[in-house]
């Protein structure tokens, strides 16, 4: 008994791994030998390729395409039309299967509409990648990495609130009353 739910055009090969309360919408196509966490959301025309590996409570927003070589923490939201790359150099004549390059999303990050992950790099735990954004480097756990190339502009709570840090290095997030340090350049909770 499937424990999960598909609409009738979505297509899911055999041997793919689909948790428990996943929705998958219109038109997707989960491949073979993906792992898809308890509780996902699939939105329309997405393709989730083999090997993919989708954590607990992901939300895939319409028109995505996650390759093989991605992984996804729990609690990753990617934005409609957002790109992942998994090849530094591809050429249609010249077969790179084997030179897939992996790209890891952490625990609680954004990437926004239509931004552009290019692989090989890892995009921090409660990371907000801006709509249109072009990531070509790591991006730091909490930080707010917008445009093309994708550039720091500033930090965020685990809300998706831009923090606002005083002079002792501390900001609060304002929906959740939360406390965050920022030390070396480098972001923490506070007890």
Not at 12 to 40: A, N, Q, V
Not at 121 to 139: C, I, S
Not at 178 to 187: A, W
């Amino acid at each position: 008994m499937e424990t999960y739910q598909a609409h009738e055009t979505a297509i899911i090969d055999p041997g793919s791994t689909i948790g428990e309360g996943t929705l998958i919408w219109h038109f997707s196509h989960i491949m073979s030998g993906c792992i898809i966490g308890r509780k996902c959301t699939i939105g329309q025309n997405v393709v989730i390729s083999p090997d993919v590996v989708l954590g607990d409570g992901v939300k895939v927003q319409n028109n995505v395409s996650v390759y093989t070589g991605v992984i996804c923490e729990d609690d990753v939201f990617l934005g409609p039309g957002c790109v992942f790359t998994n090849i530094l150099n591809p050429r249609s004549a010249i077969p790179r299967k084997h030179r897939y390059e992996k790209t890891r999303v952490k625990k609680g990050a954004t990437i926004g509409a239509n931004a552009t992950v290019l692989c090989g790099h890892t995009v921090g735990q409660y990371a907000l990648v801006g709509a249109g954004a072009v990531v070509t480097k790591d991006v730091p756990p909490y930080a707010l990495v917008v445009g093309n190339p994708a550039v720091q502009k500033g930090w965020v709570s685990e809300y998706g609130h831009r923090l606002a840090f005083n002079g002792q290095g501390i900001a609060v997030c304002p929906e959740s009353g939360e406390r965050y340090l920022l030390h070396e350049g480098k972001i923490t909770k506070a007890n």
